[in-house]
């Protein structure tokens, strides 16, 4: 299985801040990773997919990006709703897998 | 508008059966795959199992595999998970999922 190595675990952030989380995936998924948010009680929401494509109706703040074999996503700006637990994944190949999640919060 | 609904969640005791039910609306159900996802208690996401539009197809995580069964009835719109053999480490919220879109999930608690 590939292992997706998601960092940080956590990380409080202030208002309008710039936030970047990390995913290293064990190996090659080419641009098969996306990114979920998820709060509270609720099911998680697509933000990114394709490693650099907005979903629909995502804000222009959050942004994806590769670099070599390491994916990065980018909220600029942070906003009060932007708190919750963050989860990259790969669709390359089976079985799909998740990262460990990073819980953002705001400082 | 795309919607799922999980239902068939609950307490089981060790050893017994489950089988949860994912209602399908907004799209043509039989044209897509779907999945099921599931998340321990404060823990994170884990996928379950996948089968194909035409149910031809299944796909399981090793820790499920003899134990549940993913199943759909495309003239009900409707995807299952038969569940048997439920160990306390099945204890999670398990999703129903279409790519981007989720259901709202449905809690399972293996307990005695």
């Known amino acids: 299985d590939i292992q997706m190595t998601q960092s940080p675990a956590s990380l409080s952030a202030s208002l309008e801040e710039i936030v970047t989380i990390t995913c290293q995936p064990s190996?090659?998924?080419?641009?098969?990773l996306s990114w979920y948010q998820q709060k509270p009680g609720k099911s998680p929401q697509l933000l990114i997919h394709s490693a650099t494509s907005l979903a629909d109706g995502v804000p222009s703040r959050f942004s994806g990006s590769r670099s070599g074999t390491q994916y990065s996503l980018k909220i600029n700006r942070l906003q009060v709703e932007d708190t919750g637990i963050y989860y990259c994944l790969q669709g390359y190949s089976a079985p799909p897998t998740f990262g460990a999640g990073t819980k953002l919060e705001l400082k | 508008e795309v919607q799922l609904v999980e239902s068939g969640g609950g307490l089981v005791q060790p050893g017994r059966s489950l089988k949860l039910s994912c209602a399908a609306s907004?799209?043509?159900?039989?044209?897509?795959?779907m999945a099921w996802v599931r998340q321990a208690p404060k823990k994170g996401l884990e996928w379950v199992a996948t089968?194909?539009?035409?149910?031809?197809?299944?796909y399981y995580r090793d820790s499920v595999k003899g134990r549940f069964t993913i199943s759909r009835d495309n003239a009900k719109s409707t995807l299952y998970l038969q569940m048997d053999s439920l160990r306390s480490e099945d204890t999670a919220t398990y999703y129903c999922?279409?790519?981007?879109?989720w259901g709202q999930g449905t809690l399972v608690t293996v307990s005695s």
């Open positions: 089968i194909s539009y035409d149910g031809s197809s299944t």
């Open positions: 907004g799209f043509t159900f039989s044209d897509y795959n």
């Open positions: 190996q090659d998924i080419g641009n098969y």
């Open positions: 999922a279409r790519g981007r879109y």
